[in-house]
């Protein structure tokens, strides 16, 4: 205990030197934190491109909060970078560390931290009650958090959503936002698909859930398969999940380990049921026709295929975010329970066309802004070059970096935004019609 508090004594004596040395080093040092698979996925390609580049001397730190949160497989893909000790990474001197979520370390020799997102889209988690609300939302506690400096969004979307509901942060002197994009929304929106879903027809359908409450598997388990194979039997079923959900263990009685023992018998058993309990499921896409999700935000990154999705929802929740809830229900076929999950299927081959032209809005409010997301990024490091901490005169050159990167960007996000507003007005002029039938109904 005395020699942890001397060292911490120590450190902060010795910090004014550290900013300076920090400040003329010659090359941008760079630690990336890996907490666990889904936030590897969003930094793996951003690892290799500074790794390559002689600009920047690139570490990696396996900060494992929960135990088994970074899988034997993706500690065995990261063999070949340079990995550090938690206890070396952070009393050593670093100009940036790179992270994915909530910092729960500290990194007291850490100059400034670079917050990538560990999701393709915001707010998507769900809310009880039937108006969304965004009291809780993980997104705002994300970019509020202390240790989130230079802010890194993923798309354009990201950034209409914090001009209408939190503005605020954008004022904070300590911050510094740019938006990039993320790897697996790079890719121009696909041509639209012929083969829809049509029961009577060979078809190729994935579905996957969510790990929290009411996501697809929590609340319907492997119920939903066989019903897909007793309805739809000339079809082909492709399961995934996030790589959570096979963990958790409830108190109302849902066991992840035992759902993935159960669909592993099923694949074993059943040719036209393939088991893929991948924390990636992108690789899947090109080979099915259609998806059946959840609130996971796998639903964002389908809609660049231009192929139809079936959506469950919970009876009496909503997204966090009315946007996201209303790209999310308009662009799919929505169902709330076993019994309607049929016709939900049969309801994307009906509205095709409208499905599409939403999913489209979609694709453009969550896609990535630059074609390389990962060289954008390199160029702004560089652009910013080594800084001592967010108290230094360096600071300035961030925050003119981000001015100039503004400039530019507005220029794309506005159409986007007005397109949105008049989303708004229908989708709000759609759902006032639906309540005045259902009122009706009721009356009779």
């Known amino acids: 205990m005395l020699k942890a508090l001397l060292k911490r004594i120590a450190i902060e004596c010795l910090k004014p030197i550290d900013k300076v040395l920090l ?32 600009q920047f001397a690139v570490k990696l730190v396996i900060a494992d909060y929960y135990q088994g949160s970074v899988s034997k497989e993706v500690r065995n893909a990261l063999a070949e970078f340079d990995v550090m000790s938690v206890r070396r990474a952070r009393w050593t001197r670093w100009h940036y560390a790179v992270i994915t979520d909530i910092a729960k370390m500290s990194f007291p020799r850490t100059a400034a931290f670079i917050q990538i997102s560990h999701s393709y ?6 809310a009880p009650g039937p108006d969304c609300s965004a009291a809780d939302d993980y997104f705002l506690m994300m970019i509020s958090d202390r240790f989130a400096n230079i802010i890194v969004l993923s798309s354009l979307g990201y950034v209409d959503l914090i001009q209408r509901l939190y503005p605020q942060v954008l004022e904070d002197d300590k911050k510094a936002f740019f938006v990039t994009g993320t790897r697996n929304m790079t890719a121009s929106r696909q ?50 999940a996030h790589p959570k959900l096979w963990s958790i263990k409830t108190e109302d009685g849902f066991d992840g380990m035992r759902l993935a023992e159960h669909l592993t018998s099923l694949a074993r058993t059943d040719g036209a ?76 081959v009906l509205r095709d066309e409208e499905l599409l032209r939403w999913n489209s809005l979609m694709f453009d409010y969550f896609r990535s802004w630059k074609e390389d997301p990962d060289d954008a990024l390199r160029d702004i490091l560089a652009t910013i070059g080594p800084i001592g901490s967010i108290a230094s005169a360096k600071w300035n050159r961030v925050r003119e970096t981000e001015q100039a990167h503004w400039s530019e960007m507005l220029a794309d996000l506005t159409p986007l935004s007005k397109r949105i507003d008049r989303a708004i007005e229908d989708h709000e002029t759609v759902s006032a019609g639906s309540r005045l039938a259902a009122n009706g109904r009721q009356s009779r």
């Open 191 to 240: 041509p639209r698909s012929k083969r829809l879903l049509e029961k009577h027809k060979h078809r190729r359908l994935l579905v996957t859930s969510h790990w929290t409450p009411h996501s697809l598997f929590r609340d319907l388990g492997v119920a939903v398969i066989h019903e897909l194979r007793e309805r739809f039997p000339l079809w082909e079923i492709m399961v995934s």
């Open 121 to 126: 889209c915001f707010g998507n988690l769900l």
């Open 273 to 348: 049921i393939t088991f893929a309990p991948t924390g990636n499921p992108v690789s899947l896409f090109e080979d099915v026709d259609g998806l059946l999700c959840d609130h996971s935000s796998i639903r964002v990154l389908f809609s660049a295929q231009s192929k139809p999705c079936v959506l469950y929802r919970h009876p009496g929740c909503c997204a966090h975010f009315a946007i996201t809830e209303m790209l999310y229900v308009r662009s799919s076929a929505v169902f709330h329970s076993l019994d309607e999950m049929e016709s939900a299927i049969s309801d994307t």
């Open 23 to 54: 400040g003329l080093a010659p090359r941008i040092r760079v630690l990336f934190v890996v907490v666990n698979d889904i936030g590897y996925f969003h930094q793996i390609s951003l690892l290799r491109r500074l790794y390559s580049d002689d």
